[in-house]
T-cell receptor, first 115, second 109 residues
Framework: DAGVTQSPTHLIKTRGQQVTLRCSPISGHKSVSWYQQVLGQGPQFIFQ???????GRGNFPDRFSARQFPNYSSELNVNALLLGDSALYLC??????????????FGEGSRLTVL | QKEVEQNSGPLSVPEGAIASLNCTYS??????FFWYRQYSGKSPELIMSIYSNGDKEDGRFTAQLNKASQYVSLLIRDSQPSDSATYLCAVGSASKIIFGSGTRLSIRP
């Protein structure tokens, strides 16, 4: 069975541009979470979606947005990119629903470099 | 105060010994607790999950949870060079899971 798949794996953008990252969860998983990981730090929680609704949001500016589609895949959008947005963006899926934070299974990530 | 705290290390352990990794968390309402392993340049990989007080064993790994002390630990027995990695403690409450900054573990021959 396929795991969590993310695209693109690497991308380079310039300041002020916009980026869209994509994620397909493990088959049967309805929950998708997004994390940002900068070098030397743990993953920072950005969003959680379950059944196409936002269920949790971390401490990120409004430049960050996401959505989940009827097939449970998800997109993360970042507008007006800053140098500090350079990071590994991780998508994780879970079989758990709302109210119980269950095991997360991560994709390989999308490495974003902002110049 | 960080929500999930770990010693950044590096923690150096001889091959064959027991590695002990520790984590504290601030939210008393936390319900689920996880240990992930992350190799350099790779994404986190789930090692163990624990939901109730006490010990949980899986092969060479034992997770320990003490909710009263808000403390989670991971023991790795018979440490192998392949165990050298960063270990992330993660704590779940409601619909989000928060990660610590990780402990870098190095197994020396």
């Amino acid at each position: 069975d396929a795991g969590v798949t993310q695209s693109p794996t690497h991308l380079i953008k310039t300041r002020g541009q916009q980026v869209t990252l994509r994620c397909s969860p493990i088959s049967g998983h309805k929950s998708v979470s997004w994390y940002q990981q900068v070098l030397g730090q743990g993953p920072q929680f950005i969003f959680q979606y379950y059944e196409k609704e936002e269920r949790g949001r971390g401490n990120f500016p409004d430049r960050f947005s996401a959505r989940q589609f009827p097939n449970y895949s998800s997109e993360l959008n970042v507008n007006a990119l800053l140098l500090g947005d350079s990071a590994l963006y991780l998508c994780a899926s879970s079989s758990q629903g709302v109210g119980v934070a269950g095991e997360l299974f991560f994709g390989e990530g999308s490495r974003l470099t902002v110049l | 105060q960080k929500e999930v705290e770990q010693n950044s290390g590096p923690l150096s352990v001889p091959e064959g010994a027991i590695a002990s990794l520790n984590c504290t968390y601030s939210d008393r309402g936390s319900q689920s607790f996880f240990w992930y392993r992350q190799y350099s340049g790779k994404s986190p990989e789930l090692i163990m999950s624990i939901y109730s007080n006490g010990d949980k064993e899986d092969g060479r790994f034992t997770a320990q949870l003490n909710k009263a002390s808000q403390y989670v630990s991971l023991l790795i027995r018979d440490s192998q060079p392949s165990d050298s990695a960063t270990y992330l403690c993660a704590v779940g409450s409601a619909s989000k899971i928060i990660f610590g900054s990780g402990t870098r573990l190095s197994i020396r021959p």
